[in-house]
Antibody, heavy 127, light 111 residues
Framework: QVQLQESGPGLMKPSETLSLTCTVS????????WTWIRQPPGKGLDWIGH???????NYNPSLKSRVTLSVDTSKNEFSLKLTSVTAADTAMYYC?????????????????????WGQGTPVTVSS | QSVLTQPPSVSGAPGQRVTISCTGS?????????VHWYQQLPGSAPKLLIY???NRPSGVPDRFSGSKSGTSASLAITGLQAEDEADYYC???????????FGGGTKVTVL
């Protein structure tokens, strides 16, 4: 059974850089897309970005200037770095797996579906 | 403001049928991208409930069903049970973002 486990600092100060890691167990990180999603307290889900095991990435335009995703296939893990955090970045951060990216082919369009999720790691930004 | 629009809440008595709508636009659902639904129980991570418009992962009861038409999709829960109280999110892909988009979520209350 595939399991994802996020790890992170928990509490941060404004202007610091957030670093999160998602460790994948029970399956290989290869051949999949890996996504970070966050959920501010009491609010909905926001896509941050995704990375293919090959290293190709896509970021939410609203965060693109501050986000970097990376993957380490030897450790079966992938990571997120978010610079210059503010209180608006306070949220539960989830990592998730998808078997494909969004694309259109042969008249049909396919979106990413997230079949496995981590339990989430809370991040609070406060001075 | 979420790219996909869902009603904030729906409610129903045990045994009743409820539906949750998910409205998008021509750059996401209307472009033909499929829609997925997630159930988030209180204090838990989201769980895939319906994938590719109307398919259930193994273990999901057939009380849950999905559909898609034009720029919208719907999730139906028949024979509502107390354990179905949760937040439900729709999700698709958006050409403008080149990424995934979610609805704002719908809280289902069992009366």
């Amino acid at each position: 059974q595939v399991q994802l486990q996020e790890s992170g600092p928990g509490l941060m100060k404004p202007s610091e850089t957030l670093s999160l890691t998602c460790t994948v167990s029970g399956g290989s990180i290869s051949n999949y897309y890996w996504t970070w999603i966050r959920q501010p307290p009491g609010k909905g889900l926001d896509w941050i970005g995704h990375i293919h095991y090959s290293g190709s990435t896509n970021y939410n335009p609203s965060l693109k200037s501050r986000v970097t995703l990376s993957v380490d296939t030897s450790k079966n893990e992938f990571s997120l770095k978010l610079t210059s955090v503010t209180a608006a970045d306070t949220a539960m951060y989830y990592c998730a797996r998808s078997r494909r990216r969004g694309y259109c082919s042969g008249g049909s369009c396919y979106s990413m579906e997230f079949d496995y999720w981590g339990q989430g790691t809370p991040v609070t930004v406060s001075s | 403001q979420s790219v996909l629009t869902q009603p904030p809440s729906v409610s129903g008595a045990p045994g009743q049928r409820v539906t949750i709508s998910c409205t998008g636009s021509g750059s996401n659902i209307g472009a033909g991208y499929d829609v997925h639904w997630y159930q988030q129980l209180p204090g838990s991570a989201p769980k895939l409930l319906i994938y590719v418009n109307n398919n259930r992962p193994s273990g999901v009861p057939d009380r849950f069903s999905g559909s898609k038409s034009g720029t919208s999709a719907s999730l139906a829960i028949t024979g509502l049970q107390a354990e179905d109280e949760a937040d439900y999110y729709c999700q698709s892909y958006d050409d403008s973002l080149s990424g995934s988009v979610f609805g704002g979520g719908t809280k289902v209350t069992v009366l």
